[in-house]
C-alpha cells in the first residue's frame, strides 16, 4: 500500500472518522482507524462498535491496499504539519511511514482483517432530507437528551417516521424537546427508532460545515446516513420511547409572549444568584409582567422586570433556570410564547410564528 495526498484533503475525514474512536478500548484495533485505497479512491473508518463513520477522499495515484494505523498518532501529526503540506504513506511490513518535506513518522500496525465492519442488514425504509434541514432539527432538540441515565433509552434522540413527517423528540425526563418537519416519506406506518446520544452528537459535527442532500436509510437494528463522501452508520437503542403526546400539556389558559432576547438576557443575569445545585428561579405573572426572582443559600438575591404581553390572573411558578435558557437559546424566533395553566403543570415553550418545534418545561417546587 503506498499513495501521496494533501494535507487539505485527508484532514477533514480523518478528524471525523477519529472522532468516533474512543479513547480506551478493551479491544487494540479500536484504536486505530481503517486506510483503505482502491482504484484512486482512500476511505477512512472509525469505529467504536456502535457508531461507525467512513469519509472517502480521491487520491491522484498509489498502490491498493489496506491497514490499520492508530488514530489520535496519524491526527496528531497530519494537524502538525503545515496548511500546504504533502503526505506521502507508504506500508512497510508492520509498520507505515509518512513523509512530509523533512519530516518522516513510522507508526506501528494491526492487520485490517481484525477491523470490525457495521452490519450489513437490509433496509426497510429510506428518505432523503436537505443537510440544513437536518441539522437545525439536532440543533434545537439535543440539549434535553439525557446523561447516562438509568434509564438507557432517554440517552438518545427519538425519530419518528410517518407518512407525512419526520418528527425527532428528546427528553431527560424534567423537559422535553420536539421538532418536526414536514415532508413525503411514503412510511405507510408511524415508525420509531432511538438513536443513541453519541450518534446525535457526531452527526451534529458531520453537518456543521453543511451539506446538500443526506440520504437516511433505516434498519430494524441500525441507521445509516449517506452525505456527500460520508457513510454514517450507528446502531440503535433496544428500549421503547416514552409516549411523548401524553408529556405535552393540555388546556393552558395562560398564555405569555415576550421578546426571546430579553428573556434570555434577564434568566442569564438572575441565574447568576440561583442556587448553583438546584436552580430554581421564581416566576410571578402579572398584567403586562414577569417578575424573576432567584435567591442563593447565601442569601443574595437577584430580581428582574420584564414587559411581557400577559392579561389574567396572578400566577406564581418556579422553574430551573437553565432549563428555560437552553430552549432560549435555540428558538430562531424574536418572540416567544409561554402557555401555563397553573403552578404545578408543565410549560410549553414555543415561537410565536413557527409551529414546527415545541417545548416542555416541568415546574419546581421552591
Do not use: W
Amino acid at each position: 500500500m503506498q499513495f501521496t495526498i494533501s494535507r487539505e484533503a485527508i484532514i477533514k475525514p480523518l478528524q471525523l472518522a477519529a472522532g468516533v474512536v474512543e479513547r480506551r478500548n478493551t479491544l487494540p484495533v479500536l484504536s486505530n482507524v481503517l486506510l483503505t485505497l482502491k482504484d484512486g479512491e482512500l476511505s477512512i473508518t472509525g469505529t467504536d462498535l456502535e457508531v461507525e463513520l467512513i469519509g472517502k477522499v480521491s487520491v491522484d495515484a498509489g498502490q491498493d491496499g489496506e491497514i490499520t494505523v492508530p488514530a489520535r498518532k496519524l491526527m496528531d501529526i497530519c494537524k502538525s504539519l503545515g496548511d500546504e503540506a504533502t503526505l506521502e504513506v507508504t506500508r512497510e511490513e508492520s509498520k507505515v511511514t509518512l513523509k512530509s518535506g523533512r519530516s518522516r513518522f513510522s507508526l506501528s500496525t494491526l492487520p485490517a482483517a481484525d477491523f470490525p465492519n457495521a452490519e450489513d442488514e437490509p433496509d426497510t425504509l429510506e428518505l432523503t432530507i436537505k443537510g440544513d434541514r437536518l441539522k437545525a432539527m439536532l440543533e434545537s432538540t439535543g440539549f434535553a437528551m439525557a446523561q447516562q441515565d438509568v434509564r438507557y433509552y432517554l440517552n438518545g434522540m427519538l425519530f419518528e417516521v410517518s407518512d407525512s413527517h419526520l418528527r425527532v423528540v428528546a427528553t431527560d425526563g424534567h423537559r422535553l424537546a420536539m421538532r418536526t418537519e414536514a415532508m413525503d416519506t411514503g412510511c405507510s406506518e408511524v415508525m420509531q427508532v432511538i438513536l443513541p446520544r453519541k450518534a446525535v452528537l457526531e452527526l451534529g459535527r458531520l453537518l456543521s460545515d453543511g451539506v446538500g442532500d443526506v440520504r437516511i436509510a433505516f434498519g430494524s437494528n441500525h441507521v445509516r446516513m449517506r452525505l456527500g463522501d460520508f457513510t454514517f452508520t450507528s446502531k440503535l437503542v433496544d428500549g421503547k420511547f416514552p409516549d411523548y403526546s401524553r408529556v405535552l400539556p393540555r388546556g393552558g389558559d395562560k398564555f405569555v409572549t415576550g421578546d426571546r432576547n430579553t428573556l434570555r438576557q434577564a434568566f442569564n443575569r438572575t441565574s447568576i444568584l440561583s442556587n448553583e445545585k438546584y436552580r430554581g428561579v421564581h416566576l410571578t405573572l402579572t398584567d403586562e409582567e414577569l417578575r424573576i426572582l432567584a435567591s442563593n443559600p447565601e442569601q443574595e438575591e437577584a430580581e428582574e422586570v420584564v414587559p411581557v404581553d400577559y392579561h389574567g390572573d396572578r400566577l406564581e411558578i418556579g422553574f430551573n433556570v437553565a432549563y428555560l435558557i437552553d430552549v432560549l437559546n435555540v428558538l430562531d424566533n424574536e418572540q416567544v410564547r409561554m402557555t401555563l395553566s397553573d403552578s404545578n403543570s408543565s410549560a410549553l415553550l414555543e415561537a410565536v410564528s413557527e409551529a414546527d418545534a415545541v417545548y416542555v418545561v416541568m415546574p419546581m417546587r421552591l
